[in-house]
């Protein structure tokens, strides 16, 4: 069965600094893709980034990067020159095709804080 | 402005009522995906549609129903079978072509009470 895990229930890191965020998966499809959310207070889950399976490179959108390392099945989050809007709940979730469409198992999360 | 709106964003449930989240987007989108979140946790997929009039069960249905008689609308009903229906409930939507990296995106949710 397909599995996310979030090991840090918790972060904090200072503005400025950059921080990872971890996140292994387990599953046995070759096909997946890999996507970070981020949850503010107000509950919205806001896209941030996604990395196929197939993809060497790995991805980047701005200040977020994926750190993809698919022999460990990992694809931690990394936030550069963080923000204090960067506070929040992070999501890492896997996609994989199942009887005609791409479900999507969410980890439990990682409570980010950014101290001034 | 392209989005995804959900109403209301709080709502109050008697036990025994049924109750209608509403979730519409204008993203052009044909899939159309509701969730569930409890205090703590991620996600879990309640229904999901793909085209109009049709839509599947995902893992936690019991106790909700839809319908998609509109491609840009998605609502979802709490029925008084299902048990612990307090929670924060997320509409998502995203193209469908297959690709496993089909992004799904949310809209701002709808945080049901029970009284």
């Known amino acids: 069965a397909q599995k996310i895990t979030q090991t840090q229930p918790g972060m904090f890191v200072q503005e400025k600094e950059a921080v990872t965020l971890d996140c292994t998966y387990d599953?046995?499809?070759?096909?997946?893709?890999l996507f970070w959310y981020k949850q503010p207070s107000s509950g919205e889950m806001i896209f941030l980034i996604y990395?196929?399976?197939?993809?060497?490179q790995n991805a980047t959108e701005g200040r977020y990067s994926l750190n993809f390392q698919k022999a460990r099945k990992s694809a931690n989050l990394v936030i550069s020159a963080s923000q204090l809007g960067d506070s929040a709940m992070y999501f890492c979730?896997?996609?994989f095709g199942r009887g005609g469409y791409n479900k999507l198992i969410f980890g439990a999360g990682t409570r980010l804080a950014v101290h001034p | 402005d392209g989005g995804i709106t959900q109403s209301p964003k709080y709502l109050f449930r008697k036990e025994g009522q049924n109750v209608t989240l509403s979730c519409e987007q204008n993203?052009?989108?044909?899939?159309m995906y509701w969730y569930r979140q409890d205090p703590g946790q991620g996600l879990r997929l309640i229904y999901y549609s793909q085209i109009v009039n049709d839509f599947q069960k995902g893992d936690i249905a019991e106790g909700y129903s839809v319908s998609r008689e509109k491609k840009e609308s998605f609502p979802l009903t709490v029925t008084s079978a299902q048990k612990n229906p307090t929670a924060f409930y997320l509409c998502a939507s995203s193209i469908w072509d297959g690709a496993v990296t089909d992004t799904q995106y949310f809209g701002p949710g709808t945080r049901l009470t029970v009284l």
């Open positions: 990395q196929g399976s197939y993809d060497e």
């Open positions: 599953t046995s499809d070759q096909s997946y893709g």
């Open positions: 979730a896997i996609s």
């Open positions: 993203l052009n989108h044909d899939a």
